[in-house]
């Protein structure tokens, strides 16, 4: 006897059914059942009526192909883009873009109390972007020789493989980058298996071809405006910028804090950040090059910890364990968790506030990702006073 009762009805590969939607799941799919089976359906929305195909069956789920939509939700809209279903970039563009930011607010606070174990009433509205489309300041652009058709194409993974889509414009790419994609289809690499950066580099900063930088400048001032009142309310003299990359936040946080000091592993973003810092006047600080993981407890340790604030940006998979420990050991008064990835950041907070040091504050969501699953996230974490941690520890 299985965990799930599977219906009487084929659950065969290729087999036909019609479903209602009653969800999306972190990630973009629909959550359809038959019978109590889960089925995964891409590109619907709840409430809508679908004819899917299954394309791959497992034990405790299936995942289905949108063959037609029989009953639309009054919150579908016509794509702009003419490759979206079949590139992988975008998930959301049949949505209506207020929906697309009610979905997000709904996953961020769900993923924060179902793993974090975080109360949802602290998360924000999601802040939207002002362009939903054309934002993005970066694209890599694939090159791949398809044999069946004896041509090279060029363009972005699909969604449903690691084959090539080939495409001519990208809806929500700046303007700038459309040329960009357009010289190199004129130009094509010699071969395929080749990739190409196309970038936007932002006005009066420098930054290195390869170092990171947020991918959206429409939105890029309020996410700036967000960390800054977080760290103004926590009254902190002193700021760690963990994984600062060119000093974006660092610099720009300068006139709110005594002295900072940003670490970055990319010694060329490193060396991109001292002369950031010097253009922009901000004299109050130092960038070191070395791993944040590795680093955090000794920064932290520069500084009083009762004053001092941490921001760690980390990647897509979030804080390595031994971040987390360092963070947990120095002990700084504030952590603000700059976050793409709401499971990971979930998970990280799990491990920050289980043990009762720290205090989940707000978490506020930006939405720097529109017609995609991803969501920006800014969470306020402060330090317990020592006789109320020791007091929840007892009791928990």
């Keep these: 006897m299985t965990d799930i009762e599977r219906p009487s009805t084929d659950l065969t590969v290729g087999s036909r059914h019609v479903l209602s939607i009653a ?19 891409p590109f619907v929305l709840p409430g809508e009526e679908v004819e899917v195909d299954l394309i791959e069956v497992k034990k405790q789920y299936a995942r289905a192909r ?11 809209v ?18 209506d873009y207020a929906e697309q930011v009610r979905i997000k607010h709904r996953h961020v606070a ?71 994609l357009r010289h190199v289809r004129a130009h094509p690499p010699p071969r395929g298996g080749l990739k190409v950066v196309l970038r936007r580099m932002p006005a ?30 926590s009254g902190a003299r002193w700021l760690v910028d963990a994984y600062c990359g060119v000093g974006f936040f660092a610099i720009e946080l300068a006139g709110v804090v005594e002295r900072f000091v940003g670490v970055e ?28 993981t590795a680093c955090l407890g000794a920064l932290s340790a520069r500084f009083p910890p009762e004053e001092t604030a941490v921001i760690v940006d980390p990647p ?22 700059v976050s793409c990835h709401p499971a990971t950041l979930a998970r990280d907070l799990n491990a920050l506030c289980g043990g009762g040091v720290y205090e989940f504050v707000q978490v506020t969501p930006l939405d720097m990702f529109p ?4 969501v920006e996230c800014v969470t306020d974490l402060r330090r317990r006073h020592p006789a109320a941690s020791a007091e929840r520890a007892t009791s928990g």
């Design 66 to 76: 949108l063959l037609r939509v029989l009953r639309p939700a009054p919150q579908r």
């Design 204 to 233: 009066d900063w420098e930054v290195p071809p390869d170092s990171f930088f947020q991918n959206n400048f429409h939105l890029l001032p309020a996410l700036l405006d967000v960390v800054r009142e977080r760290l103004a309310n």
């Design 265 to 292: 592993y990319d010694a060329m973003a490193v060396e991109a950040a001292r002369r950031n810092a010097a253009r922009r006047g901000a004299a109050n600080g130092e960038f070191v090059a070395g791993d944040a």
């Design 371 to 374: 017609q995609t699953q991803h």
């Design 316 to 337: 897509r998979v979030g804080c390595r364990p031994e971040a987390i420990r360092g963070l947990l050991a120095s002990g700084p008064a504030q952590i603000l968790y």
């Design 110 to 180: 769900d993923l924060l109390e179902r793993i974090g174990k975080r109360p949802a009433g602290l998360v924000d509205p999601v802040i939207p972007c002002p362009q939903p489309y054309g934002y993005r300041n970066r694209l890599m652009v694939r090159s791949q020789w398809n044999k069946a058709e004896q041509r090279l194409v060029i363009g972005f993974l699909r969604a449903d493989s690691r084959l090539v889509v080939d495409v001519e414009s990208c809806a929500i790419a700046d303007p700038l980058l459309q040329d960009q």
């Design 78 to 95: 016509a794509p702009r883009c003419p490759y979206f279903g079949a590139c992988g970039g975008c998930q959301y563009q049949h949505i």
């Design 23 to 41: 969800d999306i799941a972190f990630g973009g799919a629909g959550v359809g059942r038959i019978g109590g089976f889960v089925v995964f359906v």
